[in-house]
């Protein structure tokens, strides 16, 4: 937790412990702006919501960018990978301030934070606790491809946990739900009876209409 050095003139010390404070300083922060919207304020504010995420998201990316500029080989392999996923994120997030209710963008954003936190696991013990024992050699081709690859089965096994739970509720939803059912059951016969109300309505208002044409075609007639 040293900022500077005692020398003259002083340097600062430990870049990358720091920045990693920051982000996850940035990530709290965001959860607090999360709750304060919905167990504080007599009304939730779902646009501080997601321009809290959306500016966390921004400061996350220039971090990350800053973060690698000394980083070689696996490392700088697996943190492009991580900036490739936060930039998709960034994008996602800034199109929901201006359209909060599309469901498409709510699918992307969870699948792309769901990438993005199993992949910082896998970083974890890419680069400082291998499954193996033996450290990843940065000279190594086959090593750096791997890296790609492990990444690439991790977003189809984030899309297939994603599509399994999905299902899984659908199917609950469509056979074990009864509330469901009653509801459908008591909304089809106010639909099926609908178009009588509707007809006499109609017959209602055009029979005024025709009164008030009469007296004009008396008017009009020789």
Known sequence: MTLMNGKLPPRFMYPEDWQHLTMFTLLIINGCGD????????????????????????????????????????????????????????????????TPQMVHLWMMETFLFVIMGSWLMQAGFIL????????????????????????????????????????????????YCPSLKMTESKEAPYHESSPEPLNRLLQEVEQPEKEDQAPLLAKSSP
């Open 35 to 98: 709750v304060i919207s919905k167990n504080v304020l007599p009304q939730r504010c779902v646009a501080l919501e997601k321009g809290a995420l959306a500016l966390s998201s921004y400061e996350l990316l220039l971090l990350l960018v800053s973060h690698v500029k000394e980083s070689s080989g696996i490392e700088l392999q697996v943190h492009s990978l991580l900036i490739s996923v936060v930039f998709l994120l960034l994008l996602v997030l800034t199109a929901e301030l201006w």
């Open 128 to 175: 400082y606790r291998p499954v193996s024992g033996y450290p990843w050699e940065d000279d190594d081709m086959s090593d750096l491809m791997f890296v790609t690859t492990f990444f690439c089965w991790h977003v189809m096994f984030d899309a297939l946990c994603l599509l399994a739970i999905y299902g899984f509720f659908y199917c609950w939803h469509r056979c």
